[in-house]
């Protein structure tokens, strides 16, 4: 076994480690319907792209919400094609539920597990939203943290899947602030 192998095998065993205590500590039916619910919200960005476009229709020269709404709607679209299009199916991660054998309550999905699709956008939008207003910003950064919490709870993605979507959705919006700035945009956001 080489290097790479021994230590992609000991991360998938602590994966496996963690998420099962983490769902043997927190998982109860009085939980279950609301953590369905907000990972139902997340599916396609379902939340962030409504964000969206409730930005880019109430934007005018008054509020810059119409600004607001190009920088969300860019910052998920850099998010969708790293996450979605191009390292998901590079790295091809069985969900835990394959891997594991257990039962979901929510219905198997067809794409794979690396990273956290709902957390990766979730991230991508509460960093976008914080640059925009601190105050939003910091209740969108809570519920996208609950969105990576019902994920592992759901047991359709491991730890890393969801450390690495944060991760890349606060990168991705980072670029698009960036874009925006550069752009001469820095005094809208």
Known sequence: MGVNTEVMAWLQSLDIEVLTGLRDVFCSPWLDKPMMF?????DVGFVWIALTAIF????NRKYPWRTWGFLLGLSLALNALLCNV??????ARVRPYDLLGYEVLVAHLGDYSFPSGHTAASFAAATAI????KKWGIIAFIFASLMGFSRLYLGVHFPTDVLVGAFFGWSMATLAIFIFRRLGLKSRI
């Open 38 to 42: 907000i990972s139902k919200l997340g």
């Open 130 to 133: 914080y640059t925009m207003n």
């Open 56 to 59: 880019l229709l109430l934007g």
């Open 86 to 91: 191009l390292v998901k199916p590079m790295v």
